[in-house]
T-cell receptor, first 113, second 114 residues
Framework: EAGVTQFPSHSVIEKGQTVTLRCDPISGHDNLYWYRRVMGKEIKFLLHFVKESKQDESGMPNNRFLAERTGGTYSTLKVQPAELEDSGVYFC???????????FGSGTRLTVV | AQSVTQLGSHVSVSEGALVLLRCNYSSSVPPYLFWYVQYPNQGLQLLLKYTSAATLVKGINGFEAEFKKSETSFHLTKPSAHMSDAAEYFCAVRAFSGTYKYIFGTGTRLKVLA
């Protein structure tokens, strides 16, 4: 089966610009998650979708971040406007059940300059 | 609240030597614990998981981990390191607050010396 696909793999943008990250989960996985790793720190939870509904977005840093999941399929994470501290690697993951191990994508490395 | 601590951000071993990556956890409930590996330019891959069954868990690529409740540890081991094991390793504990999510450690980068 195809894995979790994220693109772009890298993005370099200027402070104040907008960036949209995309994640295609494994087909049939209702659960989709976004995590972020800021340089040298731990990987942190951002939010969790079940199908198209946000189950938990307690990890979203602030209202500059907007996540959507269209029709319960792919998801996008938009950062608008981007700030320097948003730089990091953004991981997407999906699973059939909610707590027994995810499949992660390769991540999107975002650099805000 | 759950948390994990990985001791040693960088570990170097010689090829053929024992690999030991340390993880200690804190959890108010019986934990589910995971080890993930990230090879260069790849995503996080599940190595193994502990879900309250056998305390010695075997994973892929010859890795295993032992759950020790008395020591609140879940250390990752491999008897003989291979060059291909060079990667970053993450320990994680499952937490629940509204939904299941993973709390990750800060990661340990393993270097294998020829």
């Amino acid at each position: 089966e195809a894995g979790v696909t994220q693109f772009p793999s890298h993005s370099v943008i200027e402070k104040g610009q907008t960036v949209t990250l995309r994640c295609d989960p494994i087909s049939g996985h209702d659960n989709l998650y976004w995590y972020r790793r800021v340089m040298g720190k731990e990987i942190k939870f951002l939010l969790h979708f079940v199908k198209e509904s946000k189950q938990d977005e307690s990890g979203m840093p602030n209202n500059r971040f907007l996540a959507e999941r269209t029709g319960g399929t792919y998801s996008t994470l938009k950062v608008q406007p981007a700030e320097l501290e948003d730089s990091g690697v953004y991981f997407c993951a999906s699973s059939q059940d909610s707590g027994n191990g995810y499949t992660f994508g390769s991540g999107t490395r975002l650099t805000v300059v | 609240a759950q948390s994990v601590t990985q001791l040693g951000s960088h570990v170097s071993v010689s090829e053929g030597a024992l690999v030991l990556l340390r993880c200690n956890y804190s959890s108010s409930v019986p934990p589910y614990l995971f080890w993930y590996v990230q090879y260069p330019n790849q995503g996080l891959q599940l190595l193994l998981k502990y879900t309250s069954a056998a305390t010695l868990v075997k994973g892929i690529n010859g890795f295993e981990a032992e759950f020790k409740k008395s020591e609140t540890s879940f250390h990752l081991t491999k008897p003989s390191a291979h060059m291909s094991d060079a990667a970053e390793y993450f320990c994680a504990v499952r937490a629940f607050s509204g939904t299941y999510k993973y709390i990750f450690g800060t990661g340990t980068r393993l270097k294998v010396l020829a």
